[in-house]
């Protein structure tokens, strides 16, 4: 699928960078992802669609470890997939910890 490509593309050379603190650019690739793809379920805004809401509000009380277990692992038996294969642990932490933090 031509998405799925463009995620690689996208991911990939992300991947070396991993065990570092990410770059800036690195950090506005991820935002770019967390728009598109999980806004895709989850909505633009986070507030929900397919998926539940994952704004901070709805996310209070939640942990980076684990949502960034969902993020890499999904939850299975509902649409939510593992991003296992195209998000290193740091990259799924650092979305987990973006998720969770106030934004405009
Ligand atoms: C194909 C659709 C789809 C995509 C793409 C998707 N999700 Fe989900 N996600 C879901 C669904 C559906 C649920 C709710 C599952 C359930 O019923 O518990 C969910 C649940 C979640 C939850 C748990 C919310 C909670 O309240 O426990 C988190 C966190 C989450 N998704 C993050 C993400 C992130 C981050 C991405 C992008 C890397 C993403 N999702 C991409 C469909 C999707």
Redesign the pocket.
């Known amino acids: 699928m031509a998405k799925t490509a463009f995620l690689l593309a996208l991911i990939f050379p992300l991947a070396a960078l991993a065990e570092t603190p990410l770059s800036s650019s690195h950090e506005e690739r991820l935002t770019h992802?967390?728009v598109q793809?999980?806004g895709?379920?989850?909505g633009l805004k986070m507030t929900g669609g397919?998926?539940?809401p994952?704004t901070p509000e709805?996310?209070e009380g939640?942990t980076v470890d684990g949502?960034q277990t969902?993020?890499l692992d999904g939850?299975p038996g509902?649409?939510?997939?593992p991003?296992r294969a195209l998000?290193t642990e740091a990259e799924a932490a650092w979305?987990?910890a973006y998720?969770l933090e106030a934004r405009e």
Do not use: F, K
């Open positions: 992802l967390v793809d999980c895709s379920c989850h397919l998926g539940s994952i709805a996310l939640r949502l969902i993020i939850i509902t649409a939510m997939p991003w998000l979305i987990a998720l």
